[in-house]
């Protein structure tokens, strides 16, 4: 089987079917053991106990923009090779790419809080995650004024590569500009600067909580094609109400003209 | 081996609590819209709509090779 035969909705429903419970139990496990490794992390020399949020707080930021991602691959998918489930993959990806943003925005304000002394600071990293999050939800709102779910593809794939830009504003912004968030210091040129004991349970983490997106995302795709699949019936039953009111008009129509033939 | 939170607990437990409330949400309104769309699905074909090919828009049986 090659890539192309899974854009046969039907066949992506079936392979989608086995896989999912599969990808759940990979990620409750991976979750799990995450967890535990981040409650017994030792204290970091400088953020005390705080550093147990970057083990949420990294995942998520890192799949904020993994899913926008992941959504621009779609929207290409979408404007060139019009692959039939492109569209449906960046529409299920949007809310859950919203949910990551969200909470990589909240805990990072709650981590801020107590190290740096507030919760918000308008610095290039947090206003362009925060631009992020807005995008998202742009995003969300187009595809629920379009009703022609096609018609909104076209549309929403446009702006998802117009706000691919902002990825590498948010991945370089604290090398560009004087920020009060950290540089990079997992993902960087030389190697992480990381202990290996906050390393390894935030590199699990993220491998847990992209696993997590994956498993959200085949499950949301799922229900988008059924959705699809809704509609076109629901267009069916509404064009055979149309028909069979024509049907009766005219021949009502017929009779009336019979009976002042007959008159 | 115990876990300490020291002064800033409330900030560590709130952080861990909101991201398992926000993935709760997530789980929840995707179990939530399948089934709310394989109902709308049934419905409509105990009504008599059927697809074009005349096969169930359920049916997920198609071969994998």
Known sequence: MTLIDLANPTRFLALSARVLPWLAAATVILLTIGLYQSAYAPDDYQQGATVKIMFIHVPNAWLSMFVWGVMSIASLGTLVWRHPLADVAAKAAAPIGAAFTFLALLTGSLWGRPMWGTYWEWDARLTSVLILFLMYLGLMALWRAVDDPSRAARAAAVLTLVGAINLPIIKFSVDWWNTLHQPASVMRMGGSTLDKSFLIPLLVMAVAFTLLFVTLHVAAMRNEILRRRVRSLQMMQASRIAFSSEVGAGSREENASKEVGAA | ?65
């Not at chain 2, 800033?8 to 995707?30: C, E």
């Not at chain 2, 049916?59 to 090779?65: K, L, M, V």
């Open chain 2, 1 to 65: 081996m115990t876990m300490s939170l020291g002064p800033y607990a409330s900030f560590i437990m709130t952080s861990y609590a909101a991201a398992a409330i926000v993935v709760a949400i997530l789980i929840g309104w995707i179990v939530l819209d399948y089934r709310s769309q394989t109902r709308r699905l049934r419905d409509l074909e105990r009504s008599g709509i059927t697809r074009r090919s005349g096969r169930s828009a359920m049916d997920t049986s198609r071969t994998i090779t």
